[in-house]
């Protein structure tokens, strides 16, 4: 068995990796204001490695969700975290022209990262060669999940409710969907009035993902409860499973990262079921032969005291 082989035979089997984090790398991004900054992690042996790019929540940057992006790539993957035009380490003002697209330039990064993985083996010592460029998923949370959601098929309604631009990429074989919104007909005024980018159509979005949904996540910005977070599930065809956390709030546990601001529920075992779960599912969509994610369904459903209910269809 190659070096590579066993490597990934390792990570499959659970056996956490030494991992190497190069940041800022800097993608050219003209039109944008600003280059494209990003952080790379991707353990520090074998080849043929798969690649995640994620897209942070608002006002966060490439430094955070680290319980996420260290987890996956001590377990095989690489992973690349943006960072968009919202994030607080940038400081874009309210009145910039730029504001009112920002939605866009976030779909507009994780293609460029997709564009330009050769630029970012090049930039990371050791990396170059390494990559699998048939296996890529995206994942995101908060806002971050919506952007991902485009790049699998979700797409925006304009104010007559007709499906703009589809902005899916064929490159992308899957997706990790956290805390993702749902439809916009329960807006609240304050989002239709600031965020007309909400509202959200899932009929196309048929690319395989895993939904991860808090049943104690109360948006302020919709009228309803909840359930709103399933909404990518209930209304979306294809190959999806639906996670649905315990007494989870908006940052499920904690993974933007532990013990900041946003983490209101901060639970590392919900936070260490996520990580089990969404690499078990992404090995298994990107490598059709893996039994991981069966197995971590088994797991969950056997469990005599679960940290939540997952559905697939």
């Known amino acids: 068995m190659s ?35 990003v952080s790379v992690s991707a353990p520090v042996t074998g080849g043929d490695l798969p690649v995640i790019v994620f897209s942070h929540g608002f006002g966060w940057s490439m430094d955070g ?96 409710g007709v499906p703009g631009e589809d902005m899916s990429d064929p490159r992308v074989k899957a997706g990790v969907l956290l805390g993702l919104t749902g439809l916009g007909d329960s807006l609240t005024p304050f989002a239709i009035e600031h965020l007309p980018f909400m509202k959200p159509s899932f009929d196309a979005m048929a690319t395989p993902a895993l939904i991860v949904a808090g049943d104690n996540d109360r948006s302020h910005l919709s009228t309803r409860g909840p359930d709103w977070f399933t909404d990518p599930y209930t209304y979306s065809p294809g190959d999806k499973s639906l996670l649905t956390l315990f007494e989870a709030e908006h940052s499920l546990g904690g993974i933007p990262g532990y ?14 079921l996520i990580q089990r779960l969404s690499t078990a599912f992404l090995r298994s969509a990107l490598y059709p032969e893996d039994t991981g994610w069966k197995a971590a369904a088994a797991a969950l459903e056997e469990d005599p005291r679960p940290l939540g209910t997952l559905r697939s269809k």
């Open 259 to 272: 013990e900041v601001a946003e983490t209101t529920d901060e639970s590392p075992a919900r936070v260490a």
């Open 3 to 37: 070096e590579s082989n066993t490597t990934n035979a390792r990570k499959a089997a659970g056996a956490p990796a030494l991992v190497i984090t190069a940041k800022p790398v800097v993608l050219p991004a003209p039109g944008r204001g600003d280059d494209l900054q």
């Open 65 to 160: 969700y680290a319980p996420l992006a260290d987890f996956w790539a001590a377990h095989g993957f690489v992973v690349v975290r943006p960072t968009h035009l919202d994030s607080r380490t940038l400081g874009l003002p309210a009145d910039d022209p730029r504001t009112p697209r920002v939605w866009r330039f976030r779909v507009e990064d994780l293609k460029r990262v997709l564009d330009g993985l050769d630029l970012l083996e090049a930039a990371v010592p050791g990396l170059a060669g390494r990559l699998d460029r048939d296996r890529v998923a995206v994942a995101g949370h908060s806002w971050g999940a919506q952007t991902a959601s485009t790049l699998l098929g979700a797409r925006v309604l304009d104010s007559d």
